[in-house]
């Protein structure tokens, strides 16, 4: 399997103020540690590539500096995908997808957010691997997080079974009786990761929201195998819309894999 992981490195810097702003978001910064969220990403994800797949970010043109700093600072390289503007993380997905296409049409994406506290590196590869597994027949993998509390901060998954199993329902973030409720009924949390072959999610993206993939076409540079890859103003074009919402939500394809480990996504300094 030529595995791919993609850090969607979006994100305005509205959250986490006064820390967190538009010119420094809360990935770049060392809030946990002594590297930035961003850098921790890097290093729990870039050793997940396997066979001909490369390191991925996909980012706003406007954090490349920033990006390519600490990458350097790193060690490590990527193909960094630049956004003109951010259009929420379907488009921006279909973007690492299409570059992953049109070079490797059996290569698996492994979209991670580049801001997220995981302590334990070695169960998040595992489960990536175990979800990387399963997509590979044309699923749509998602990690369910096992709740601690009936928090309203996440989005719910209700699964079919237990391990890697079908998604019955997706629901948005609930008011407290509703996510106690959602914890009796065996609900995981929504982690925002995403494992899923290029193709499958083209396809997908086809049959529900096929102005995404018309613009991301259209903005892709021919040809150009450079890093940055620029997206042209054509991307603008896509609707700003979230995976959740242009594809999960209607898609037969969809898995979940309940993981049981320490997450956050730190939405809020509480």
């Not at 810097?13 to 538009?22: D, E, F, Q, V």
């Not at 008011?175 to 997908?204: C, D, H, M």
């Amino acid at each position: 399997m030529n595995l791919y992981p993609v850090i969607m490195c979006g994100g305005g810097g509205a959250r986490l103020w006064p820390a967190s702003r538009p010119s420094r978001p809360k990935q770049f910064i060392d809030l946990i540690g002594k590297t930035s969220l961003f850098q921790q990403t890097v290093t729990r994800v870039d050793p997940l590539r396997s066979g001909q797949g490369r390191l991925i970010v996909v980012a706003g043109a406007t954090h490349e500096a920033a990006i390519e700093d600490q990458l350097a600072q790193l060690g490590v390289g990527a193909v960094i995908i630049l956004e003109p503007e951010g259009r929420d993380s379907a488009p921006a997905m279909a973007a690492a997808a299409a570059w992953v296409s049109a070079r490797d049409p059996q290569g698996v994406l492994a979209f991670v957010a580049s801001d997220h506290h995981i302590p334990d590196d070695a169960a998040f590869g595992a489960a990536i691997r175990t979800a990387a597994n399963g997509a590979q027949d044309g699923r749509i993998v998602t990690l369910g997080i096992k709740p601690t509390s009936p928090s309203t901060a996440y989005g719910y998954i209700r699964p079919e079974s237990g391990g890697l199993s079908a998604v019955l329902a997706f629901r948005e973030k609930p008011k407290a009786p509703v996510a106690e409720t959602y914890i009796r009924e065996g609900y995981l949390w929504n982690s925002g990761n995403f494992i899923v072959p290029a193709q499958t999610l083209r396809a997908e993206l086809d049959r529900f929201a096929p102005d995404i993939n018309e613009a991301v076409d259209a903005a892709m540079p021919a040809g150009d195998e450079r890093s940055p890859v620029r997206l042209s103003a054509a991307f603008l074009d896509a609707p700003s819309v979230s995976m959740d919402y242009a594809v999960m939500e209607k898609t037969d394809r969809a898995s979940v894999l309940a993981v049981d480990l320490d997450w956050s996504d730190l939405g809020a300094w509480d």
